[in-house]
């Protein structure tokens, strides 16, 4: 299985960016799916996630401005990102819990690769 995300950049502040990141590979069903954040120095914390049932989690620095959403036929899961200030600055990484087809009783975590998004002041 692999997670490719995409989306990131550069963006002034009070701009709007969107992440994208889709699952490839032997996969039975997503069970959650979301996205982390992670400065340097400091530990990665969640962002944003949809688990099952379609409900959604936010860090609450990010509510009212971000919107997660997924596409669970194309696998896929997207961040809308608004509002966005300095401290949004970070490498963001997409997760997922998975369940194969190899073996659809047993449930994995998986990460993207980072994606860089910078917002200037």
């Known amino acids: 299985v692999q997670l490719q995300a995409s989306g990131g950049g550069m963006v002034q502040a009070g701009g709007s960016l969107r992440l994208s990141c889709a699952a490839s590979?032997?996969?039975?069903?997503?069970?959650?799916v979301g996205w982390y954040r992670q400065a340097p120095g400091k530990s990665r914390e969640l962002v944003a996630a949809?688990?099952?049932?379609?409900?959604?989690n936010y860090a609450d620095s990010v509510k009212g401005r971000f919107t997660i959403s997924r596409d669970s036929a194309k696998n896929m899961v997207s961040l809308q990102m608004s509002s966005l200030n300095s401290e949004d600055t970070d490498v963001y990484y997409c997760?997922?819990?998975?369940?194969?087809?190899?073996?659809?009783?047993?449930?994995?975590?998986?990460w993207g690769q980072g994606t860089q998004v910078t917002v200037s002041s």
């Open positions: 949809i688990t099952g049932g379609d409900s959604t």
């Open positions: 997760w997922a819990i998975i369940r194969l087809t190899t073996n659809v009783s047993v449930t994995r975590q998986y």
């Open positions: 590979g032997s996969i039975f069903r997503i069970d959650a």
